[in-house]
C-alpha cells in the first residue's frame, strides 16, 4: 500500500488495517518515498501447554496453586 501525509492524517485506519494484513506501507511525501512502515510480525497466540516452560517444575503434583504462591510470597501477607 502506498500512503501519503495527508492519508496518514485522515485515514490511518486504513493505514492500520493494511498492516495487521501483513502488508507494506509506503510513505510518500510530494510523490518520493520518505520511508516504509512494517507490519511487526507478531507470532499468533500458543497454547500454554506449547510452551517451553510448561511442565518444567516437579513441584505440581505436591502442592496446589496457593500453597506454592503462599511459598514464594513468604511471610510478608501473612497479616493480610
Given at each position: 500500500?502506498?500512503?501519503t501525509i495527508v492519508d496518514l492524517r485522515y485515514k490511518m485506519n486504513d493505514v492500520l488495517k493494511a498492516l495487521g494484513r501483513n502488508e507494506?506501507?509506503?510513505v510518500?511525501?510530494?510523490g518520493k518515498v520518505k520511508g516504509i512502515?512494517?507490519?511487526s510480525g507478531q507470532k499468533?497466540?500458543?497454547k500454554i501447554t506449547d510452551h517451553p516452560f510448561f511442565?518444567?517444575?516437579p513441584r505440581i503434583d505436591e502442592k496446589t496453586?496457593?500453597?506454592l504462591m503462599d511459598d514464594l510470597?513468604?511471610?510478608r501477607y501473612d497479616d493480610v
Open positions: 500500500m502506498k500512503a507494506q506501507v509506503t510518500l511525501y510530494r512502515l512494517i507490519p499468533s497466540k500458543l511442565g518444567m517444575s496453586v496457593q500453597d510470597r513468604g511471610s
